[in-house]
């Protein structure tokens, strides 16, 4: 089951009139009310068994169906949408852009265009590290996401970023060039050599590349979205897809 932004957005039009094309803001996925906020209008007194009374409970379950799912479509919205750091708090969220490709497996791939590049990032599962040094007794355990970032060129050659992310930064583990067609240079280009060799400004050179193409609000929500929402949005494009059989 693949998760896209652009998957998602169909439901917004299908049920517009439900909806009224209004989207319900909310801060974060996990711990939101719980879909039993959505309690269904108490059953109507009974008529009688004829065909007035089929046509009524129809309705009123179709009614029904759209409801949650004009919720559910508002929840998977939002929890696809990003704030900017540099923003005000009051400031409405932005669409991620990047399409999410979420299948339910080991990773989550996203993918964009950007000024004549193409970008794809590949998310893995979250990992606990140890940081610190254990001898002194300042070792502590923190919970980061692996990324690989991965730009092309129209003519195939691609930059690629190995890193890791935390809950408020990015560590790049390595940069490696490929070029497409050559398997020589593919293997030599995959043994990298230390990014932590490289000098202070050449550094912060390939930090701020990197940033300009994963910006900090999107690193931010990669973050939640794999630590915390992810089972959440997944389960309810479970029932999604159960309510549109």
Same mark, same amino acid.
């Given at each position: 089951?693949a998760?896209a932004?652009?998957?998602?957005r169909?439901?917004?039009s299908?049920f517009a009139?439900?909806?009224?094309g209004?989207?319900?803001?909310i801060?974060?996925?996990?711990?939101r009310p &719980?879909?039993?906020?959505?309690k269904? *209008?108490?059953?109507?007194?009974?008529?009688?068994?004829?065909f007035?009374?089929?046509?009524v409970?129809?309705?009123?379950q179709?009614? &029904?169906e759209?409801t /949650?799912?004009c919720?559910?479509?508002? @929840?998977i919205?939002s929890?696809f949408?990003v704030?900017?750091?540099?923003?005000?708090e009051?400031t409405?969220?932005?669409? =991620?852009?990047?399409?999410?490709d979420?299948?339910?497996?080991?990773?989550?791939?996203?993918?964009?265009?950007?000024e004549?590049?193409?970008?794809?990032?590949?998310?893995?599962m979250?990992r606990?590290?140890?940081?610190?040094?254990?001898?002194?007794?300042?070792?502590?355990? @923190? =919970?980061?996401i692996?990324?690989? /970032?991965n730009?092309?060129?129209? *003519?195939?050659?691609s /930059?690629?970023?190995?890193c890791a992310? &935390?809950e408020?930064?990015?560590d790049?583990?390595?940069?490696?060039?490929?070029?497409?067609?050559?398997? &020589?240079?593919?293997?030599?280009?995959n043994?990298? *050599?230390d990014?932590k060799?490289?000098?202070?400004?050449l @550094?912060?050179?390939f930090?701020?590349? =990197?940033?300009?193409? =994963?910006?900090?609000?999107?690193?931010?929500f990669?973050y @939640?979205y794999?630590?915390?929402?992810?089972?959440?949005?997944?389960?309810?494009k479970d029932?999604?897809?159960?309510?549109?059989?």
């Amino acid at each position: 089951m693949a998760l896209a932004w652009c998957v998602v957005r169909r439901s917004a039009s299908k049920f517009a009139s439900v909806c009224g094309g209004q989207v319900r803001s909310i801060s974060t996925v996990v711990n939101r009310p &719980s879909l039993a906020l959505l309690k269904p *209008s108490p059953l109507r007194p009974f008529v009688s068994r004829g065909f007035h009374n089929s046509t009524v409970v129809d309705d009123h379950q179709l009614s &029904s169906e759209q409801t /949650l799912l004009c919720e559910i479509d508002s @929840e998977i919205k939002s929890a696809f949408q990003v704030n900017d750091v540099d923003d005000d708090e009051d400031t409405a969220p932005e669409s =991620l852009p990047f399409r999410i490709d979420d299948d339910g497996g080991e990773t989550v791939t996203l993918t964009r265009d950007y000024e004549g590049e193409h970008i794809k990032v590949v998310v893995g599962m979250p990992r606990t590290y140890t940081t610190g040094d254990p001898n002194h007794g300042d070792d502590h355990e @923190e =919970l980061k996401i692996p990324l690989i /970032l991965n730009v092309t060129k129209k *003519s195939g050659l691609s /930059l690629e970023f190995r890193c890791a992310v &935390s809950e408020n930064d990015i560590d790049i583990d390595g940069v490696f060039v490929n070029h497409s067609g050559d398997s &020589s240079k593919d293997q030599l280009a995959n043994e990298g *050599s230390d990014f932590k060799n490289v000098n202070y400004d050449l @550094e912060m050179a390939f930090y701020k590349y =990197l940033d300009t193409r =994963l910006e900090k609000s999107t690193l931010d929500f990669l973050y @939640e979205y794999m630590t915390e929402d992810r089972q959440y949005v997944l389960w309810l494009k479970d029932i999604e897809k159960f309510l549109e059989e």
